[in-house]
């Protein structure tokens, strides 16, 4: 039987959203993926980088995030979302955790904390919700700290919330799971060498790879 081949994109995995207390994300890592972080023009519709200064060489810079491709473990409570879609994933379901901002620099820290920043597909990512903030309409913290999910139900829908708590990596213990994180490492591997071997045709839009859901810094 004929293999019909594709053009070796990878579809996106569902992304792990911080909205509600008490929850938390036991996740396998596969790898880790700096970018740009985009936005929406809201007067073109385009996607465009966030600027974010200059250098010491006077270049501009532009924001940066961390996506972390991993699989779901057990204990996972926190819901992943992609488009309209979403629910707590069952073990073993790919996954990723968008970093930005206060969430990239934990990202950093807790890196430094675990092997002096050295990082093997496998380890474990544990990320807890333990509180909210409210912003004003300029992105400031508005209020206290909010630690029970009624005060942050109270929230009205039309004030902006963000929900945090600690990150923390560990070593990888479970064979299974480390296996498990490799074969997904070397699929998304030979997905990414293939890829690269075949031509993209003029008009394809990968755009909606970086319309992830804005959140609060």
Do not use: C
């Not at 009624?150 to 296996?179: C, H, K, Q």
Request: hydrophobic share 35%; proline share 6%.
């Amino acid at each position: 039987m004929a293999i019909e081949l594709n053009d070796g994109s990878r579809s996106a995995a569902p992304v792990i959203r911080q909205q509600r207390l008490a929850e938390v994300a036991y996740l396998a890592i596969v790898r880790p993926e700096q970018r740009d972080r985009l936005r929406k023009n809201q007067s073109s519709g385009a996607m465009e980088t966030i600027p974010n200064g200059s250098d010491r060489q006077g270049r501009p810079k532009v924001k940066q995030e961390m996506v972390v491709h991993a699989i779901a473990m057990p204990g996972t409570t926190m819901e992943a979302r992609i488009g309209d879609e979403g629910g707590v994933p069952a073990a073993g379901d790919r996954v990723r955790l968008i970093l930005k901002a206060k969430g990239f620099g934990d990202w950093i820290e807790a890196r430094r904390q675990h092997r002096r920043g050295r990082l093997n597909v496998g380890d474990v990512l544990m990320l807890e919700t333990r509180w909210a903030q409210q912003y004003d309409q300029d992105g400031n913290p508005k209020g206290p700290k909010i630690e029970d999910q009624a005060s942050a139900d109270a929230v009205p829908r039309n004030v902006t919330i963000g929900f945090y708590g600690p990150l923390s990596i560990r070593e990888g213990t479970d064979p299974a799971w480390i296996e498990a994180a490799e074969q997904a490492y070397r699929a998304d591997e030979a997905a990414a060498r293939q890829q690269q071997s075949i031509p993209l045709a003029d008009g394809d839009d990968y755009s909606d790879e970086f319309a992830d859901e804005e959140v609060p810094f």
